[in-house]
């Protein structure tokens, strides 16, 4: 039995979809274009008219990881009424989003292993910016409403957030249990906070 035919745009969501689902539950490294159209009941061929390469595969999952994540926080910043529990609801809505795509940490630890230049590694660096930007933009506003010390300063500030959510990834990735993320976090983000706090 054929695969129903779907428009460009809903199958290249399909396939972005099925890398990340496939990442989840084994190395990326090892995923083939084959078992991507069998996992998605497609023929390879099927899968070659939406995506030219593997590496295209990949950069496109790469990007909407970026697109659909940095969209997740922007919206839990926004909803936020002060700016350090709009921190602390960035902080959660990237464990959520991670808990939600297990894959997505495993796909990016294994393109930053690579040594040579990738359009996956150059999305990474891409989304770390713009979410340093966010970062740098909530502390700012922390800084001029007195939430935190005018003297703090966001470098520093934003290296040890993204340490602490990187920590936690590979933590859960070593025990093969993402849903254990909200447990650390909810014990280990007080201690940031107060931590940010009291150097203020």
Do not use: C
Not at 5 to 16: K, V
Not at 127 to 136: D, F, H
Request: charged letters at 20%; proline letters at 5%; a negative charge.
């Amino acid at each position: 039995m054929s695969a129903v035919r779907l428009p460009s745009a809903n199958r290249q969501a399909e396939i972005i979809q099925a890398v990340l689902e496939l990442a989840a539950q084994q190395s990326p490294a090892e995923i083939t274009t084959a078992e991507i159209a069998r996992h998605l009941g497609l023929s390879q061929g099927a899968l070659f008219r939406h995506y030219s390469s593997k590496d295209d595969i990949w950069r496109a999952a790469m990007e909407w990881v970026e697109t659909t994540l940095l969209e997740h926080l922007h919206d839990a910043a926004a909803q936020s009424p002060t700016p350090l529990e709009g921190l602390q609801a960035v902080f959660f809505r990237h464990i959520d989003f991670v808990m939600r795509n297990p894959g997505v940490p495993r796909l990016i630890f294994n393109d930053l292993q690579q040594p040579q230049t990738s359009a996956v590694k150059q999305t990474v660096q891409r989304l770390l910016l713009r979410y340093r930007q966010l970062l740098a933009e909530l502390l700012q506003n922390a800084r001029q409403s007195g939430q935190i010390g005018a003297h703090q300063e966001p470098d520093p500030v934003i290296t040890l957030f993204i340490g602490l959510l990187q920590g936690l990834v590979m933590q859960s990735m070593l025990r093969g249990d993402t849903q254990s993320m909200l447990t650390e976090g909810q014990r280990v983000f007080p201690l940031f906070l107060a931590a940010l706090k009291e150097s203020s």
